[in-house]
């Protein structure tokens, strides 16, 4: 008789941003709807000097950001303990790029939750953003939470899960789950296929 392996986890990555907070209390709700353990990553790695222009400033030590980023990752688990306290919640530091660090995980993973936007927009606009980067290399699905705008007022399908289609392969594993996130909330599921009229686009050029 062989018995049921481990449970695939939901990963969680988090930064400390904003967004990275709402999408921790997102899979923190997904992964308890599933039925699935969450594991919260936080990556992070030693700055790179700058370009020598005079004396060196000196910096906090490497155990001092060590000590920084485990701390933020302890209040995030710590936070999820206390929120969702039926919910197995581990939480691992990894030395590595975020979006390298992130995608690594995605080899055991049942799904990957990303904040929109992280802290460091400026290296974002060098590298292209982590939640690009992990939809476009990640080996499980991905999921990218955007803090809710203020101020929006939700439209007359709010409360529907919406996907959109084109009929290749991929956009029937993500009718899948879309099949499956809207089971899990008992909502109405859309199921979107937009084209274009080549005579319309003719006439338009």
Known sequence: ??????????????????????ALDWAADEAARRGLPLRVVHAWSIPLPPVPMGPAVAGPSDDALRDAAQDLLDEGVAHIR???????????????????ALISQTQDAALLVVGSRGLDSFSELLVGS????VATHAACPVVVVHVPKAGIVPGADAGRVVVGIDGSELSLDAV????????????????LHAHSDPLELLRAG
């Open 1 to 22: 008789m062989t018995g049921q392996g481990p449970r695939p986890p939901v990963v969680v990555g988090l930064d400390g941003s904003d967004a990275a907070l709402v």
């Open 176 to 191: 899948r789950l879309a099949f499956t996130a809207a089971s899990l909330r008992n909502v109405g599921l859309t199921i």
């Open 130 to 133: 982590v939640s690009v980067q």
């Open 82 to 100: 206390e929120s969702v306290p039926d919910l197995e919640v581990v939480g691992e530091l990894s030395v590595s790029p975020p979006a390298t």
